[in-house]
Nanobody, 125 residues
Framework: DVQLQASGGGLVQAGGSLRLSCLAS????????VGWFRQVPGKEREGVSC????????YYADSVKGRFTISSDNAKNTVYLQMNSLKPDDTAVYFC??????????????????WGKGTQVTVSS
């Protein structure tokens, strides 16, 4: 069974930082594109960042460019999302997901193969 487990969310003041982790079991992240998404109740899910197969390419939503960084630790089969300079608008449930096609094209439309449960990020003003 494939499982993705996101963690690291919490409550932080505006301007602060958090690092989210996505741990995979049942697949090897190196062989997949891995994306982060976020969703606020009543709004569409938004792609935040994507890391293509073997980390050749990274993509960020315009709203997080320069503040968020996606990275991976292959030995731990974990992908991270470092979030700096957080804003109240970043408040959402954050999800990680993996796509076997590997090029982040499906991340753009949110059509990933495997999804983890979310972790709540709350940024207070």
């Amino acid at each position: 069974d494939v499982q993705l487990q996101a963690s690291g969310g919490g409550l932080v003041q505006a301007g602060g930082s958090l690092r989210l982790s996505c741990l995979a079991s049942g697949l090897t992240f190196e062989d997949f594109a891995v994306g982060w998404f976020r969703q606020v109740p009543g709004k569409e899910r938004e792609g935040v960042s994507c890391f293509s197969k073997r980390g050749r390419f990274t993509y960020y939503a315009d709203s997080v460019k320069g503040r968020f960084t996606i990275s991976s630790d292959n030995a731990k089969n974990t992908v991270y999302l470092q979030m700096n300079s957080l804003k109240p608008d970043d408040t959402a449930v954050y999800f990680c997901a993996a796509d076997r096609w590997g090029l982040c094209g499906r991340w753009v439309v949110g059509a990933m193969d495997y999804w983890g449960k979310g972790t709540q990020v709350t940024v207070s003003s």
